[in-house]
């Protein structure tokens, strides 16, 4: 069902996904908070009624444990990172309207009554399952505390996610040959009763709200794997003493899990931006138990929390569900992913030293790619879209307009604006509105270059320069257009771009920061006020020494064996019994095909030998499809078939380290020779 074009009467939310108070922001995750920020702007100058909320993830078993290291309380670790995230922020014009924590009274308050209202639907109950627990410290170990191998893939996991290999969430118990990551031993499986969440029971509900669904392709379609196959119930209470304790005095040492509290304050965050601005000016509970369109700027990672779970609960409690959920593509430095170990990521704090426009790296992460698609990062390639879109186009522009006016007319020309330059801007107003409706936060920051990439072919076609002699009234008409061109540059780039919005604004007589895309339309006051060029070039030289310092302090690939990180060698040998019950064999990719819903596998056709098998493999951000037909590979053919993404997967195909380095052999040994 295709819902209201916006703007709709209906008040918005635009949320982002919480940043876990653990630790420095790099670049790559501002793709999501700047592109949110650009939505709420935009919907905000279209008229509809909009809180931008977000607020910082102060619970869970990682903000527990490095609090542990830093010898403070996770509170007080906790809330310093989030001070700190508050400045970046702010730093970077991100302009939420509620800026809250999981760990305050509003959401502790709401995320009780919520669960008591899920418990008292009957949408709760008490499950015993397998709990990791380590003998030599004789404690639990929640998520992050336990390290193991997936069930489904194979590859290494944590406690509640495969984050190395098929991106899965698990449940406690699921983990194969669990380790303490306190002690380093193995640990064991018990009994113990946690709170399970029925979220089978959402079965029906979640199909067709897959459905209507709106936002990016990946967000859609990539949650259909659980949604219509086997949904599970949930586990939702954690054994760790940071958190919300469960609503409940007769269970002890019980804390509700973090996926629970956190998505929560989002409902707390608006409700406290409606408390301090009235209900008049925006009502929380219109937006979040009647008819609001919320909206979820996330990233790809937590997909499945947002589009499953989450709305499961919130249709359970009886509240609104998400509009549309837009999941991002990763941002990578020069082809390769951000590692915060091997420190290959431009921190925010760096960013802000080099003192470039935030705009600069707005423009950049909003306006680079489709919105699930990765995004490449260099400082060369930054300099290169900056100059050439921002500075040799919309600045070029904006000041050789305002330039030539403020010299050649002695009052703001009154002149109505031409068919030619009125119709381009409806275009971009109406591109705007479309940006918003079609989710696409790209179409946001194309919208001023645009208007800017026509009124230099305009000026450069009606030469005002020769015209000022010739024909001084034909002359006020380009003039006019021209300056009528450069305030709905400033108008509608606002949202991407609000620093150069301001400027050009106050250069046009303008004070007040716009409020309707109509205004695109509306003669500018004047007086007319030439100052230094909008929009600075970013200098060569300036572009070498950051790109220097960024490989200096990288830590090359060809080093990675000797860091610290580097997961140390195994202390238990095997025998070479054990080694030799691995059926390792010499096999030949013969085709791979990409798995719909699954970014980082891959499907591939393997012959070795005897036969051909059907793998699944995690190589698709490493490889293209091409290139993998035709390479010797080396495959586990006895290990047990397993099912990810709903495909079969027969074997597995072996590679090493980060970048999935598929291990061949030398010379062409036949196709099914025996590794020995």
Not at 545 to 568: C, G, H, N, Q
Request: proline residues 6%; charged residues 25%; contains cysteine.
């Amino acid at each position: 069902m295709d819902r209201e074009a916006f703007p709709t009467d209906a008040p918005a939310v635009v949320t982002c996904g919480l940043p876990y108070a653990n630790g420095p922001l790099h670049i790559g995750h501002m793709r999501t908070y700047l592109s949110g920020d650009a939505i709420s702007r935009a919907l905000r100058l279209l008229g509809q009624s909009t809180a931008f909320v977000c607020g910082s993830d102060m619970h869970g078993t990682p903000v527990s444990v490095n609090a542990y290291r830093k010898g403070v309380d996770p509170e007080t670790f906790a809330m310093g990172w989030h001070d700190q995230y508050k400045d970046w922020f702010e730093q970077l014009d991100v302009s939420f309207d509620n800026y809250g924590h999981t760990h305050d009274e509003t959401n502790q308050t709401l995320t009780r009554s919520i669960v008591r209202a899920l418990d008292e639907a009957g949408y709760i109950y008490d499950r015993e399952i397998d709990v990791a627990w380590d003998p030599e410290l004789e404690m639990p170990l929640p998520d992050r505390y336990v390290e193991g191998t997936c069930p489904y893939c194979g590859e290494t996991a944590r406690g509640d996610e495969c984050d190395e290999g098929c991106g899965r969430h698990l449940e406690p118990g699921e983990i194969e040959d669990p380790v303490s990551t306190e002690t380093g031993q193995p640990a064991e499986y018990r009994r113990r009763s946690h709170k399970f969440f029925r979220l089978s029971d959402f079965q029906d509900y979640l199909t067709e709200f897959i459905d209507r669904l709106e936002g990016t392709d990946n967000a859609k379609n990539q949650p259909r794997e659980w949604i219509e196959g086997e949904l599970r119930d949930w586990c939702i209470t954690r054994d760790i003493d940071w958190g919300i304790p469960y609503p409940d005095e007769t269970v002890e040492d019980l804390v509700l899990y973090v996926w629970v509290d956190a998505p929560i304050e989002y409902i707390s965050s608006t409700k406290q931006y409606s408390e301090r601005v009235g209900e008049g000016t925006y009502d929380w509970e219109r937006a979040w138990l009647e008819d609001g369109d919320i909206i979820h700027v996330i990233g790809r990672d937590i997909i499945q929390h947002h589009t499953v779970f989450w709305p499961a609960m919130l249709h359970g409690a009886g509240y609104n569900e998400p509009r549309a959920v837009l999941a991002s593509g990763f941002v990578n430095l020069d082809g390769r992913g951000f590692s915060t170990s091997r420190n290959r990521a431009v921190w925010i704090e760096e960013y802000l030293d080099t003192g470039f426009d935030p705009d600069y790296l707005r423009y950049y992460l909003i306006g680079s790619g489709q919105f699930q698609q990765d995004v490449d990062f260099t400082w060369s390639r930054f300099a290169e879209v900056v100059n050439t879109d921002l500075a040799n186009q919309l600045g070029n522009f904006a000041h050789r307009s305002i330039l030539f006016a403020s010299r050649h007319l002695e009052e703001v020309p009154t002149k109505p604006v031409s068919d030619e330059v009125a119709d381009e801007i409806d275009t971009a107003i109406e591109d705007i509105g479309r940006a918003l409706t079609e989710h696409t936060p790209r179409l946001l920051a194309q919208v001023p270059v645009s208007l800017a990439r026509f009124g230099n072919e305009y000026i450069q076609r009606h030469e005002p320069w020769h015209l000022v002699d010739e024909d001084p009234e034909q002359a006020a008409v380009v003039i006019s257009d021209c300056l009528q061109l450069v305030k709905a540059i400033a108008v509608l780039g606002a949202p991407v771009l609000p620093n150069l919005s301001t400027k050009l604004l106050e250069a046009l007589g303008e004070l007040a920061e716009p409020t309707s895309p109509t205004q695109a339309l509306e003669s500018p006051r004047g007086p007319i006020t030439a100052g230094d060029e909008p929009v600075q070039q970013i200098d060569e030289e300036e572009v070498e020494e950051l790109e220097t310092e960024l490989e200096a302090r990288i830590i090359p690939p060809e080093d990675e064996s000797t860091m610290t990180e580097t997961e140390p060698l195994e202390e238990d040998r095997v025998s070479i019994q054990r080694f030799g019950s691995l059926d390792l064999r010499v096999g030949e990719i013969l085709d791979a095909a990409e798995i719909e819903g699954a970014d980082e596998l891959l499907r591939l056709q393997v012959d070795i030998g005897h036969e051909q098998r059907q793998i699944v493999a995690g190589v698709r951000p490493f490889y293209e499809l091409d290139e993998l037909v035709g390479q010797r590979v080396i495959v586990i053919a006895n290990l047990e078939r397993a099912e990810i993404f709903g495909v079969e997967s027969d074997g597995m195909v072996l590679a090493a380290g980060e970048q999935a380095d598929l291990l061949t052999t030398v010379r062409d040994a036949p196709l099914g020779s025996r590794v020995t």
